[in-house]
Nanobody, 122 residues
Framework: QVQLVESGGGLVQAGESLKLSCAVT?????????MVWYRQVPAKDRDLVAA???????TYGDSVKGRFTISRDNAKDILYLQMNSLKPEDSAVYYC???????????????WGQGTQVVVSS
C-alpha cells in the first residue's frame, strides 16, 4: 500500500514563502508515474497546482506559474512544493497525489495524502 504524508503548511503573510513536503512510502513493487500537488477551498473542486511526471516534465496551474516550483528528492521519495510570493488567494488545503503501477499490473493506481492547510493573510 502507498502512503503519503504532507507537511509544511501554515499561516504566512502575503509575499512570504512556504515549502510543502509529501513523504511517499511505497513497496518496492510500486513504480511511480506522476506526482501532483492539488489544492482545494471549501465548496470548490480540487485544482491542479503542479505536476511532475516520471520523465521530469513539470506542469503548473496558470495562477502559480513563476511563483511555485515542484521538485522531488528521488533518494528519499519526497515531493516538494516551493511556494514563493504567496497571495491570499493561494489559501487552501494542499493535497499530494501519486499515481503509478504495481509490477505485473497493467493498470494505474492513485493515492492521496491527507492534506495540509495553507493560509495566507493580506
Amino acid at each position: 500500500q502507498v502512503q503519503l504524508v504532507e507537511s509544511g503548511g501554515g499561516l504566512v503573510q502575503a509575499g512570504e514563502s512556504l515549502k510543502l513536503s509529501c513523504a511517499v512510502t511505497s513497496g518496492s513493487t510500486f513504480s511511480i508515474n506522476a506526482m501532483v500537488w492539488y489544492r482545494q477551498v471549501p465548496a470548490k473542486d480540487r485544482d491542479l497546482v503542479a505536476a511532475l511526471d516520471s520523465d521530469g516534465t513539470t506542469t503548473y496551474g496558470d495562477s502559480v506559474k513563476g511563483r511555485f516550483t515542484i521538485s522531488r528528492d528521488n533518494a528519499k521519495d519526497i515531493l516538494y512544493l516551493q511556494m514563493n510570493s504567496l497571495k491570499p488567494e493561494d489559501s487552501a488545503v494542499y493535497y499530494c497525489y501519486v499515481d503509478g503501477s504495481y509490477a505485473g499490473s497493467s493498470g494505474y493506481n492513485g493515492y492521496w495524502g491527507q492534506g495540509t492547510q495553507v493560509v495566507v493573510s493580506s
